[in-house]
Every structure is written in structure tokens, then in C-alpha cells.
């Protein structure tokens, strides 16, 4: 079985950082996309970026390009998501998402079959 737990969220100041991580377990991930999703209440999951496990080729939102980096570390089965210039906009519950797929474009939802829990990210003015 496959697992994604997220950690990191918290409380910031806007213009200011945070990361989240997202440990993976379960399975070799290295033919896997990586994705950060964020969900405000009463919205709709929206795409943050996605990672490539083994190329490392990113894709970014435009919402948060030039703000947000993902990562990875291979030892420790680790993405990250790095967030700078934070804004209150970016509060949401940010979720980890996994799949062994690769389309065109992995920006939706519903193509990941594993999610991790959320880890909640609140921004204040």
C-alpha cells in the first residue's frame, strides 16, 4: 500500500516561508509523478505543481511560479514544497498526490491514485 503523509503546514505571516514535506512509503517511486494540490473551504481542488520522481522535470501553477519550488530527496522518499512570498490567498489544506501515469499534462485531480491526508497552511495579512 501506498502512503503519503504530509507535514509542515502552520501559521505564517504573509511574505514569509514555510515547507512542506510529504514522506512516501509503500513502493519505488522513481516512475512516479509527485503533485501538491491545495483546497480552500468551499473550492475546488486546485493543482500547485508536480514533480517528475525521475527526471526531476517540474511543472508550476502560475499562481505561485517564481514563489513555490518542489523537490525532491531520493534517500529519504521525501518531496518537498517550498513556499516563499507567501500570501493569504495561499491558505488551504495542501495535499500530496502520487501516480505512476504521465499524460500530456498531470495537472488534474482525478488522474492521481494516492493521496496523502492534507496538511493545513494559513497565511495571515
Known amino acids: 500500500q501506498v502512503q503519503l503523509v504530509e507535514s509542515g503546514g502552520g501559521l505564517v505571516q504573509a511574505g514569509g516561508s514555510l515547507r512542506l514535506s510529504c514522506a512516501a512509503s509503500?513502493?519505488?517511486?522513481?516512475?512516479?509523478?509527485m503533485a501538491w494540490f491545495r483546497q480552500a473551504p468551499g473550492k475546488e481542488r486546485e493543482f500547485v505543481g508536480s514533480i517528475r520522481w525521475s527526471s526531476g522535470n517540474t511543472d508550476y501553477a502560475d499562481s505561485v511560479k517564481g514563489r513555490f519550488t518542489i523537490s525532491r530527496d531520493n534517500a529519504l522518499n521525501t518531496v518537498y514544497l517550498q513556499m516563499n512570498s507567501l500570501e493569504p490567498e495561499d491558505t488551504a489544506v495542501y495535499y500530496c498526490a502520487a501516480d505512476t501515469a504521465f499524460f500530456g499534462s498531470m495537472r488534474y485531480a482525478n488522474l492521481y491514485d494516492y493521496w496523502g491526508q492534507g496538511t493545513q497552511v494559513t497565511v495571515s495579512s
Open positions: 509503500g513502493r519505488t517511486f522513481s516512475r512516479y509523478t
